[in-house]
C-alpha cells in the first residue's frame, strides 16, 4: 500500500510560508536574513524526511515577509550548541520536552507543525496547513523565550 506524499508531514513550503510571516510579527522579531535551524532525530526516518523536506523547500534562501529564511540542520542532541539560529523549526517524532527545554534555555522560537509540541509547551508556535491554515501559540512557552506578538496577529490565532 503506497501512502500519499505528505501523509507523513504536511507541505513544507506552505508550512514555511506560514511560518516566516508569523515570525514577522514577533516584537522585535527577525528582519533580512535569518537562520533557521531544523531539528531532526537522525535515528527516526520520518523526521529525517521531514527535515530533508523543509530544507529542500528553503533552498538558498526562502522569503516569507520582511524575512528571508535560510536553513540550518539541528540534530535534535545538539540543540544546546546550536549556534547561529535566529528560530527553530521542530519536526515531528524529536524528544519535544529536551528540545524544548534547551530552545528555552537560548531563549530559541520554536515552531512545529506537530500540534502535541504545542501542546505539551516545547514548541511556542504550531503551524498546520492542511486541511487549513491554523496558527497555535502556546502563551507560557512564548513567555518563557520572551516573544511577544503583535496585536493584529493575536487577533488571528488560537492560544493555548
Do not use: H, W
Not at 533557521?36 to 527516526?44: A, I, M, Q, R, Y
Not at 529564511?69 to 550548541?81: I, M, S
Not at 503551524?127 to 497555535?136: H, M, Y
Request: glycine share 14%; aromatic share 4%; proline share 5%.
Amino acid at each position: 500500500m503506497l501512502a500519499a506524499p505528505g501523509a507523513a508531514f504536511a507541505d513544507p513550503a506552505k508550512d514555511l510560508q506560514v511560518a516566516g510571516r508569523a515570525l514577522t510579527f514577533l516584537e522585535n522579531g527577525p528582519t533580512g536574513r535569518a537562520t533557521l535551524g531544523v531539528v531532526f532525530d537522525p535515528s527516526k526516518p520520518a523526521s529525517v524526511a521531514e527535515k530533508d523536506a523543509v530544507m529542500a523547500a528553503i533552498g538558498g534562501g526562502y522569503s516569507a515577509g520582511t524575512v528571508t529564511l535560510v536553513g540550518k540542520p539541528v540534530e535534535a542532541g545538539g540543540v544546546a550548541g546550536a549556534s547561529g539560529v535566529n528560530a527553530l523549526y521542530v519536526t515531528k517524532g524529536v524528544n519535544y520536552a529536551a528540545v524544548g527545554a534547551a530552545a528555552k534555555a537560548k531563549k530559541l522560537v520554536t515552531i512545529g507543525s506537530d500540534p502535541a509540541c504545542v501542546g505539551s509547551g516545547a514548541c511556542v508556535m504550531g503551524v498546520t496547513t492542511t486541511p487549513k491554515v491554523e496558527i497555535t501559540v502556546n502563551r507560557s512557552a512564548a513567555a518563557s523565550v520572551g516573544a511577544a506578538f503583535k496585536a493584529a496577529f493575536r487577533m488571528m490565532i488560537k492560544e493555548i
